[in-house]
């Protein structure tokens, strides 16, 4: 099975950008569906982002749209989220998740994930 490790989670001012990285070790993740995911204190779990196993597909959640971009280095094995004009409510916990599967569609609701890392902290002040 695959391991997932996020990085890149820290405290920025609004309006500026943040690059998390998800590293994938144990397996590669070309036939994994990817996921990015968020969890603010108090509320529940929320799909950000995904691109599919065979990375010619991404979709977002609304609230992102436009401003966040996932991607995914083969090479490298690991997936980002490159996160522009942040906002006060991106502040969460942000989740990489993976799906494994080679059925094109879309994974937008977070409890359809398989595995998970263990989340890095992005705090977005006013």
């Known amino acids: 099975q695959v391991q997932l490790v996020e990085s890149g989670g820290t405290l920025v001012q609004a309006g500026g950008s943040l690059r998390l990285s998800c590293a994938a070790s144990?397996?590669?993740?070309?036939?994994?569906?990817m996921g990015w995911v968020r969890q603010a204190p108090g509320k529940e779990r929320e799909f950000v982002a995904g691109?599919?196993?065979?990375?010619?597909?991404?979709y977002y959640a609304d609230s992102v749209k436009g401003r966040f971009t996932i991607s995914r280095d083969n090479a490298k094995n690991t997936v980002y989220l490159q996160m522009n004009r942040l906002k006060p409510e991106d502040t969460a916990v942000y989740y990489c998740?993976?799906?494994?599967?080679?059925?094109?569609?879309?994974?937008?609701?977070?409890?359809?994930?398989?595995?998970w890392g263990q989340g890095t902290q992005v705090t977005v002040s006013s």
């Open positions: 998740a993976a799906k494994s599967t080679t059925i094109a569609r879309r994974y937008s609701l977070w409890n359809e994930y398989d595995y």
């Open positions: 144990g397996r590669s993740l070309g036939s994994y569906a």
């Open positions: 691109l599919s196993w065979s990375g010619r597909s991404t």
